[in-house]
Structure formats: structure tokens, C-alpha cells
């Protein structure tokens, strides 16, 4: 019975990741086709969106980024792109789902990122750290590529709903919790505070320095 | 006979490969003084869409950039920079001639990515990813040095020869062909891939979602 | 008292690092204010603008990024941060303070670049790229972040800087000085080509091309 709970956790996991990946592509081909990108062009910024965060992160640990190991990252934001191509208007109507769905990857890309590098001995900062680019570094590229100011630095607690799973991650650990335990508790963390935050309009302040301070 | 043949190889590749720089750079050049950049951010734009593809590819196979072990790839785009700075006007008429050594230029990276990342026992699909980002990512680093979409995810087969090309290659391998033989194939096929994209106006759909889509 | 200057320029070293990496986070703090970004957001822009140079050197040279061993530079740039929030219109108006905080920052972080890669046994010419890059990368991400053309590409010796810098440290070692004083006169270099180029208004020429080749 333990032994099914062991086996049978790994593939939940499997499957919010199939859906996380999902999400993140989907989100960057919805707006990849608002510039009017071709089918490429889409695909590109699905994966940028869906992998680029994990990548930089793997790039600073000094690892292989996952998705050249396992190539199902990569069919998942195929099928995203497929989806949208078939499916197109009717996928795109369906934004609460998608925010869902979305969130869902948002927690567990940063407890993946959080545990990763807590496993090469890094200190927790760092591991907060790591695991806020994996969940959002892969939206500011996405951004960069369709050339608009990175959404996550104007508006919406989203990189915060990573750093806070990541203190609590540091808590459960420091608590001594079961490391499932400290997994889920974290993950429904970072869930709940981006869920609470758009429903309750939870903004961080605006930066009020000098506005005439344009670039010269 | 043989050996003057292996000698002689390498050195035609070599070739190819400072033409390839070259017109990669003069790309990024040319862009770059379409914006009124200074010489430094010309060069800097210019060597940046000559290397910047291969740089990726090194850090994500973990090898030192292959620009830093040897100076010629820099030299090649500070040539590039004098010929646009001494004949800007002549060089940049010549654009059917600087089509044609881009286009060898990104067979060629083509095929280096491809190969370098199969020698390190990667499989094909990620081959041909590498090859991919090996012969088009500078592109995309230009145009976000200039500020613009970039080009090659709105039109144009670019970086789908690159892929073809990379296909080409493994059932080149497949069948036991000989490396040289398979580099040839493999490099020609992403050469006329583009070569009739551009001549018969083939496009890769656009991607229609809701146009009204923008982000918020 | 050998030992004590041993034990005292390091800590004269850290202070300048302070300094630096505080004036570049405000650099970046600043504009992403003027785009009107949150505190999230800023502290980002801030962060990149401070450490992003060094950290593309680091992956490049294949080591663990160096904010990754020590915390100080993340808090240096939250501290930025906080005085921005706090005392937002007297620092923005301190342009001439820091001005040269930054122009110290740009000197020190050259040197450290150019050493780094140096003990790795690397060449001259790529250790001047990297002093360069660590000098001046992190403003090219911040101009991406905040989606203007970067800067350092249409005005200003600022890059050109550590290029002289990097010189005058191969030099200074080839005439085998101290390695204390090479790093002195290297930093003072890079300091007065900055300087001196502002106050003359020395700039380098745009690059003319024709003018009217945009991006089709």
C-alpha cells in the first residue's frame, strides 16, 4: 500500500506537470497569435514560456536543462499549439479554466525549483530564488519576445505567490514535515496566494519615483 | 590522395564558416545602423547575430562558448563591421549576394550544431533543436537588441530549414551514409529549403486566435 | 603591517562592490519607476541591471553564478530598493553622486571580470570581453527588461571603458607590476575614460548605413 502511495504520487505529479506545461504554452501562443505570429513563431514562445524558466534555472545550477533529457515537455506545447489551431477560439474563450490550470503549474514548477536546488545544497535564499525563475522567468521571455514590458513587473502578485511557497517550503522543512507534506503544503501556498490575490485585486505598490525620469 | 582530401575538407569548412560570420554580421550591422547605433553597439549587434545561437547551444551542452577558443569568429565580425563602415552603401545594394552567404551560413551552423550535439550522445530530436538554435537564436538576439519582433517568428522559412536540414541529417545517419557525405546532404537540403521558401513565397500559416487577444 | 594592508584592501574592495552594485541598482530601480512598475518589478530590474553582467561571465566561464554564494548582493539592491521607496525624489536628484557611484561600480566590476577570467588561463582578448560584459551586460538587460533599445549602443563611451580598462590591465601585467597596483591603475582607467568622455562629450560615431533598410 506504501509502496502504491510511492508510485502512484510521482504520476499525479506527472500529470500537474503535463498540465502546468500545458497551461504556460498555451498562455504564450494566445499572445504569440495577438502579434500575429505563424505557426512557428507560436510554437517558440509556447516553449520559451512553458520551459525558458526551468532552463535558466538549470543554466545557474549547472545541470542539463530537464527538457533535453525528456522530450515531453516539448509534445506537451505541441499539442498546445495544436490545440489552438483546431480548437482555437473556443480554447481561448475558456480563461478560467486556463487561470486554473495555469496556477496549477505556477505551484508546482516552483516546488520543483525550490526542491532542485535545495537537493545541491544551496541555501534556502537561493532555492526561494530558483524557484520563482522557474515559475516566472518563462513569462518574462515570452514578453521579451513579443516585445512588451514583461507583464509580472506591472501588475498581479505572481512572482510573489512563488516566493512565499518558497519561505513556506523552508518552514515545513525547518519544521522537520514529511517531504510529500512539505511539497504539497508549499505548492497549495503559492495556489492559494495567487488565486487570493486576483480575486481579492491584491497589488504590490507602484515604484513612485520621479515620473519624468525617462530614459535619455 | 585521401589525406590531401581530409586535409582539404576541414579547410573549405573553415571557409564556409568565416563567409557564414560574416554575412551573419553584416545582417546584424546593417540593422543596427538602420537605428543609428555607434560603432560599438553595431559591432556589438553584429557579432551578437553572428555567435549568439552557437553561445546558447554551448551553454546548454555545457561547453565553453566556441567563440572564447579562438578569436577568428570575433575578428570576422569586427571585418564585417570596416566593409559596412568604409562601403556601407555598396555593401548593403548587394543584397541578393548577402542572401545567398547568409543562407550558406545557416546551413552551415546547421549542421555544426547537429553534429557537435549528437557527439555528446544527445538524441536527434534534441540535435535538431540545437541545430536549430545554433543557426537561427542570433537572429532573435539581434531583434531584441533593436528593439523589433523578431523576424523569423512572423515570417519567412528560417529556422523550419534548420529543422529540415537536422531531419535530413538523421536519416543521413540512419542509412550509414559517411559523415562528409551526410554533412554535404544534410547542409545543401537546409540551403534549399530556404533558397525555394523565399523564391515560391512559402509561409508557414499565421496563427489566427482571437485577434482581440492583447495582453492586459 | 604587510598583513594588515593584505587584510585592508579587500575590505576597501567589498566596500567599492557595495557601492557599486548599489549605485547600478539604483540605475535600474530608477528607469523601471519611470515606467511606472511595481516593487516587485523594480527590485527585478534592479537586481538585473546589478548582477546581470556577472552572471552571464560566470555561466560563460562554466562557474556558479557569485550571487550564489554571497547574499550581499541581493540585499545590496533591496536596499537600493528601499531607499527608492523612502527617500524616491532626493536620490533621484542626486544625478552627480551617482553618476560617479556607477562609474565606480563600472571600474571595479571590469577589473573583477577581467581577473576572473584571466585565472582561468584564458587570453587576454577574452578576459577584456568579459571585464566588458560584467561592466556593461547588466544595462543592456535592463534596457530589454524595460523594452527600450539599450543604451549603451546609441550613446556614451561606457563600454568602450572597460575595453580601455581591460587594455591597461594587459598591459600593466605584461610589464609584470604588482598585481595590487595593475588592478588600481585598471580601475582608475576605466574611471577617467568614463569621466573624461562625459564631460567632453567624446562619443563614437553612429554608424551609417542606409537609412532607410528597417526591418521588413
Not at 505551484?107 to 526542491?115: K, N, P, S
Not at 507583464?151 to 519561505?167: N, Q, S
Not at 525547518?174 to 503544503?185: G, K, M, P, R, S
Request: net charge neutral; glycine share 10%.
Amino acid at each position: 500500500m506504501n509502496q502504491d502511495f510511492v508510485i502512484s504520487v510521482p504520476t499525479f505529479v506527472q500529470v500537474l506537470e503535463f498540465i502546468g506545461t500545458f497551461a504556460f504554452a498555451i498562455s504564450g501562443i494566445r499572445l504569440a497569435s495577438a502579434k500575429r505570429f505563424d505557426w512557428f513563431g507560436a510554437y517558440v514562445v509556447g516553449v520559451a514560456t512553458a520551459i525558458g524558466g526551468g532552463t535558466i534555472r538549470d543554466l545557474m545550477l549547472n545541470l542539463t536543462p530537464f527538457w533535453m533529457t525528456n522530450s515531453v515537455y516539448l509534445i506537451c506545447s505541441a499539442l498546445a499549439l495544436l490545440g489552438v489551431i483546431l480548437f482555437g477560439k473556443f480554447l481561448i474563450s475558456q480563461q478560467n479554466t486556463f487561470f486554473i490550470f495555469d496556477t496549477i503549474g505556477l505551484a508546482l514548477f516552483t516546488v520543483v525549483g525550490v526542491e532542485k536546488t535545495l537537493h545541491l545544497d544551496f541555501p534556502l535564499w537561493v532555492a526561494i530564488i530558483m524557484g520563482t525563475i522557474t515559475g516566472a522567468a518563462g513569462g518574462v521571455i515570452r514578453d521579451v519576445f513579443i516585445n512588451e514590458v514583461p507583464l509580472i513587473f506591472r501588475k498581479e502578485i505572481y512572482a510573489m505567490a512563488c516566493v512565499i511557497g518558497g519561505l513556506v517550503y523552508g518552514l515545513c522543512s525547518y519544521l522537520n514535515f514529511d517531504i510529500i507534506v512539505t511539497e504539497i503544503i508549499s505548492g497549495i501556498s503559492v495556489f492559494l496566494a495567487r488565486i487570493l490575490a486576483v480575486k481579492y485585486h491584491w497589488d504590490l505598490p507602484v515604484l513612485k519615483g520621479d515620473s519624468t525620469t525617462m530614459q535619455q
